[in-house]
């Protein structure tokens, strides 16, 4: 069975910029919560935070739920600290899809001490937070846990010929009426098919410089397995 894809693969095969990367390592290292967000099926949602997660450190715990408010309950109550893992806010009937209360109930429990990844279909920024607040009823203060956005486009056709970008990485500092008050830190230039950055993360600067330059290395040289991965996440860790 193939392996999954590590972030470092993703830079390697263009999905996501060494930059962009790096602040997504940064955001999860730091607990951040996050929502991975495509219009089409087969964008790279699930692929995208399954690198993501992989990127935290092994004392982090990662909790999938499937929507059963016994185990949200549960969690709440242990306050085990760590990732909620949402297959998708999604109204279609896939056992790790939740919609409506069950959602509710997970901005609940992230008053824990839990941080939050999963996914949506969503167009854009606004479209993100009009699916969590108007689409399923989370409160503005609720909604505000949440720290970064990344959105993908899939490109191309046939099985053969799909190729994804990571096209904007959004860092949220808060929900006011149901709209985020952001910042476009990331972006994919469709036309000349490169990726820039727009403005400033809140990360540590130093650090992102860093780790972008280590993925830019380690994604030219084709180290990309996960090996390859725990390898330099742990020198970095060393540091």
Same mark, same amino acid.
């Given at each position: 069975?193939?392996?999954?894809?590590?972030?470092? @693969?993703?830079?390697?095969? +263009?999905?996501?910029?060494? *930059?962009?990367?790096?602040?997504?390592?940064?955001?999860?290292?730091?607990?951040?919560?996050?929502?991975?967000?495509? %219009?089409?099926?087969?964008?790279?949602? $699930?692929?995208? $935070?399954?690198?993501?997660?992989?990127?935290?450190?092994?004392? %982090?715990?990662?909790?999938?739920?499937?929507?059963?408010?016994?185990?949200?309950?549960?969690?709440? *109550?242990?306050?085990?600290?760590?990732?909620? =893992?949402? +297959?998708?806010?999604?109204?279609?009937? #896939?056992?790790?899809?939740?919609?409506?209360?069950?959602?509710?109930?997970?901005?609940? $429990?992230? +008053?824990?001490?839990?941080?939050?990844? $999963?996914?949506?279909?969503?167009?854009?920024?606004?479209?993100?937070?009009? =699916?969590?607040?108007?689409?399923?009823?989370?409160?503005?203060?609720?909604?505000?846990?949440?720290?970064?956005? #990344?959105?993908?486009?899939?490109?191309?056709?046939?099985?053969?010929?799909?190729?994804?970008?990571?096209?904007? %990485?959004? @860092?949220?500092?808060?929900?006011?009426?149901?709209?985020?008050?952001?910042?476009?830190?990331?972006?994919?230039? *469709?036309? *000349?098919?490169?990726?820039?950055? %727009?403005?400033?993360?809140?990360?540590?600067?130093?650090?992102?410089?860093?780790?972008?330059?280590?993925?830019?290395?380690?994604?030219?040289?084709?180290?990309?397995?996960?090996?390859?991965?725990?390898?330099?996440?742990?020198?970095?860790?060393?540091?």
């Amino acid at each position: 069975m193939a392996e999954a894809p590590t972030i470092l @693969e993703l830079v390697r095969n +263009g999905t996501l910029s060494a *930059e962009m990367a790096a602040t997504l390592w940064t955001a999860a290292e730091e607990r951040w919560s996050w929502v991975v967000s495509a %219009v089409p099926r087969l964008a790279g949602k $699930t692929t995208l $935070t399954n690198a993501m997660l992989q990127l935290l450190p092994p004392d %982090v715990a990662v909790h999938r739920l499937n929507g059963d408010e016994g185990q949200m309950d549960r969690l709440k *109550e242990a306050a085990l600290g760590g990732y909620l =893992v949402v +297959g998708e806010f999604s109204r279609a009937p #896939v056992p790790t899809y939740i919609w409506g209360a069950p959602v509710r109930r997970v901005f609940e $429990t992230l +008053g824990g001490g839990y941080s939050l990844a $999963t996914a949506l279909h969503a167009p854009s920024l606004q479209g993100v937070f009009d =699916v969590i607040c108007q689409g399923n009823g989370v409160g503005d203060e609720a909604a505000s846990r949440i720290d970064l956005v #990344v959105y993908i486009r899939l490109l191309g056709d046939g099985p053969d010929g799909l190729w994804r970008r990571v096209a904007e %990485v959004h @860092e949220v500092d808060r929900v006011e009426g149901g709209s985020p008050v952001a910042r476009l830190v990331h972006r994919w230039v *469709e036309g *000349e098919d490169r990726f820039e950055a %727009v403005a400033a993360s809140r990360l540590d600067g130093g650090r992102l410089a860093s780790r972008a330059a280590a993925l830019r290395s380690m994604a030219a040289a084709g180290h990309t397995s996960s090996l390859d991965l725990v390898a330099m996440l742990d020198e970095d860790r060393g540091r």
